[in-house]
């Protein structure tokens, strides 16, 4: 099983390109999981038409010990299986315990054994990694974390943080950096900064996404890009992506 944590600062397109990531492999016949990791529980909307998934911490404040692993899953586009951490009412509580009882519920009901996927998506906010938000790194959840950003001061600027918590906890068998995605924004040097940050975490520019108006259409649709105009040219980017991560860790040997 590959087990990959995707991280970005929000608004960066991370649960846009996860997911069309996501129906791309389960377009190569492969089982996805997609989790996601942010209080704003809408990593997976596009995957549902639009409709949200009940988050796994509502429902485990509503059900405590009668929660079973069928109300915390539901089955989007392409088969892709569905996981929403959610998070505390603003203002209350901290976010990063939705993202903590998720997981540790997921992994007591089975989740992982139950649906079998061939490959596990966690899709976390990236403007801070303290705490539940630096879980999926951590504790054997994923084996390889990516990062997106654009050449956006704050998008690389959050990167950074990023990519050195993951280098901070290299020593403890945490999950490695398996490289920077390029969501293209149009800046001015873009290309450049995003190699240089690549570089200074020794790393590098796995994939490279345009900036395209159909993704946004394809959205105001509630669908994916690959649902919604799966023969376009950015469609292909995101195959082409899909198969970049998988690559990435492959190479390695450690996902």
Known sequence: ????????????????????VAVALAEKGMKVMQIGCDPKADSTILLRHGKKVPTVLELYNEKRQELKLTDMVQIGYGGVVCVEAGGPAPGLGCAGRGIITALEKLKENGAYETYKPDIVFYDVLGDVVCGGFSMPMRKGYADKVFIITSGENMAIHAGANIAMAVDNFRNRGYASLGGVILNRRN?????????????????????????????????????????????????????????????????????
Do not use: W
């Not at 099983?1 to 069309?20: D, E, L």
């Not at 996404?209 to 919604?228: D, F, M, P, Q, Y």
């Open 1 to 20: 099983m590959i087990k990959v944590a995707v991280y970005g600062k929000g608004g960066i397109g991370k649960s846009t390109t996860v997911s069309n």
């Open 187 to 255: 800046v001015p040097g873009e290309e450049e900064k995003v190699r240089e940050l690549a570089e200074d975490f020794h790393t590098r520019v796995v994939g490279t996404l345009s900036r395209s108006e159909l993704v946004l259409e394809a959205e105001n649709r509630g669908k994916t890009l690959l649902e919604a105009y799966p023969d376009c040219e950015m469609a292909e980017e995101y195959r082409t992506l899909a198969e970049q991560i998988l690559n990435a860790c492959r190479e390695e040997g450690s996902c």
